[in-house]
């Protein structure tokens, strides 16, 4: 297809895919003339993962960029893949350094073997709950997080069932980014509706 249909099926403006080709974020189309390429469905599957990127993960050019590299890197395994762009959706986190912070990570590290679960030592999430830790614990308020963390468990079972882990890279990630920013929202609302209802029953306000 020529870039006016690649357009109109990715919803893209051609300005905006030029900018991807330059970038380097949209591999270039099969030159048929000196002025014209063609496109076929890898370049629509790029584009829509760029759109998850970047309109619901919210993620900056750079960050595309690496999600993008390791998408186009055959020798990485798709669990790293899944991990770059994972890891790309979360906040940068700057340890704190001292004995507060160093019980904070040794918490976590205490929830993710209790949970029996494979995390990198590397992983920025880890960073993101010690931080979470250290503020619940300063506040006062408890830092248990096992029922939140079997919650979490079951609920990335179901998540996994939707990522198509046999289809091509760029629509496994896609289908991870918008499920981990989607459901997310979804589940964040849920839980304030179910504060909503718990309160008004405990306070007899439920018809």
Not at 17 to 36: D, M, P, S
């Amino acid at each position: 297809m020529r870039i006016s249909e690649l357009s109109t099926r990715s919803g893209v403006a051609i300005a905006t895919i030029k900018y991807y080709l330059r970038e380097g974020l949209l591999h270039q189309g099969e030159q048929v003339a000196a002025t014209r390429a063609e496109y076929d469905e890898s370049h629509l599957r790029r584009l829509r993962l760029i759109r998850a990127l970047l309109e619901v993960g919210r993620l900056p050019v750079a960050a595309i960029k690496q999600v993008v590299e390791a998408v186009e890197d055959e020798t990485l395994p798709i669990h790293e893949v899944l991990g770059t762009a994972h890891y790309a959706l979360g906040p940068t986190v700057e340890p704190e350094p001292g004995e507060a912070w160093d019980a904070a990570l040794a918490e976590v590290d205490r929830i993710v073997a209790g949970q029996g679960w494979t995390i990198t030592p590397h992983a920025p999430t880890r960073a993101e709950l010690a931080q979470t830790l250290l503020t619940l614990r300063r506040l006062g308020m408890s830092v248990d997080l096992t029922r939140y963390a079997e919650s979490a468990r079951r609920i990335a079972r179901d998540d996994m069932d939707k990522i198509p882990l046999d289809a091509p890279r760029e629509s496994a990630v896609e289908a991870m980014v918008l499920g981990t920013v989607l459901y997310g929202r979804a589940l964040d609302t849920l839980r304030r509706m179910a504060h909503e209802s718990e309160s008004a029953h405990r306070l007899d306000l439920a018809p």
